[in-house]
């Protein structure tokens, strides 16, 4: 397919396609879809994501803590990368520790599912009581945070999933 043709099938001009095949033009996520549909593949194909491994093992001493925002505590359990779709990690929070300013908005989805302790978590405009045994979704597009308001450390399983395109 030429770039004329392209352009045509996609409505996308041949000046923005003959610049993004240079690397040197910036796309929007419309202009993606429609580059994708003309050439009727997925848009993750479009943008060179890789399949993840089907099977991925972090044995415990291959675990690394997270030292990302300045936030100690949280371990990293298994990450596929970014062509996966999700990153699980443990986070440990002290009695009378909190995630505040840490980790306030990214564009992930997250997922928090309570193993031990009791912590509060503010999530889309909402303060949640969450014990032992107890879980949440949310877009974390959104500001949030959690405090541990208990007498014993808690500790959290954390799940992060990218916005889909």
């Known amino acids: 397919m030429t770039l004329a043709q392209l352009a045509a099938a996609s409505n996308v001009s041949i000046g923005l396609l003959s610049r993004l095949e240079n690397g040197v033009g910036n796309a ?48 990293q359990l298994v990450d596929f990368g970014l062509d996966s779709g999700f990153a699980t990690s443990v986070l440990d929070l002290p009695a009378g520790a909190s995630t505040s300013g840490a980790h306030d908005a990214h564009e992930e989805d997250e997922f928090l599912f309570v193993m031990c302790g009791e912590v509060i978590v503010c999530a889309g405009g909402e303060s949640l009581q969450l014990g032992e045994d107890d879980s949440v979704i949310f877009g974390a597009d959104q500001p949030h945070w959690m405090v541990n308001h208990g007498s014993a450390p808690a500790e959290i399983l954390v799940v992060t999933a990218p916005p889909r395109l």
């Open 28 to 75: 929007t996520v419309q202009s993606l879809r429609a580059i994708s549909e003309a050439l009727d593949i997925d848009l993750e194909a479009l943008l060179g994501a890789t399949n993840p491994p089907a099977v991925a093992v972090v044995r415990a001493e291959e675990r690394y803590e997270l030292r990302r925002l300045g936030r100690e505590g949280l371990t």
